[in-house]
């Protein structure tokens, strides 16, 4: 409701991503498949992931496997791993250090991380086309706030919140009415 009753309204699709989708490794392709392709063949240009929680998780890895077709990514008071991986990152000091002590196949809550880190290390801005967005009492905030290093201050939004919806909500509409989103969303 509140992204139609903004300055310019958009297009938006929800999409139904249950766990099955994360279970099975097929989130992002099932999306690039259902969503963004027929969307792009109707003549749409920008994507904008937005993901809550979970679906933080997910839009990361969407533009992560996709890049070429999203523009940026809103994350709202993402799950970006366990406790565990966040630790050994802050340990490691750095994406890049923790990365080079990763041994074996990495986990989904390493890879997340790992987007990141791509994220850091791409030649092109990319970082710039995130916003993050959570409340400070949020469960995810100590992993929030490791990624709030990688993201400019103008695009981290912050409240006293938890993780629920009214923090979202006001979260959500904070960031509707930024100049990032509109950065974002209306640069062609």
Same mark, same amino acid.
């Given at each position: ?5 903004? =300055? ?12 099955? *989708? ?45 890049? =070429? ?20 990152? =802050? ?82 509409? =904070? ?10 969303? *209306?640069?062609?």
């Amino acid at each position: 409701d509140m992204l139609m009753e903004s =300055e310019r309204p958009l297009d938006a699709v929800v999409a139904d991503a249950h766990l099955g *989708y994360y279970y099975q490794g097929v989130l992002a392709d099932r999306v690039h498949q259902d969503i963004l392709l027929p969307f792009q063949q109707k003549g749409y240009k920008r994507f904008i992931m937005v993901g809550t929680s979970l679906g933080g998780y997910g839009s990361l890895w969407i533009n992560n496997d996709y890049n =070429e077709l999203v523009s940026g990514v809103v994350l709202l008071a993402p799950y970006l791993g366990k406790n565990s991986v966040i630790n050994e990152i =802050e340990s490691a000091g750095s994406l890049d250090a923790w990365r080079s002590q990763l041994e074996g196949e990495p986990t989904p809550d390493d890879k997340v991380w790992l987007w990141i880190a791509d994220l850091e290390n791409r030649e092109s801005p990319e970082t710039q086309s995130v916003i993050l967005a959570v409340g400070k009492k949020d469960k995810f905030s100590e992993a929030a706030r490791l990624l709030s290093r990688s993201i400019p201050d103008s695009r981290l939004f912050w409240n006293n919140g938890g993780h629920d919806w009214k923090t979202w909500r006001a979260l959500w509409g =904070e960031i509707l009415n930024s100049p990032e989103w509109k950065e974002l969303v *209306y640069t062609e």
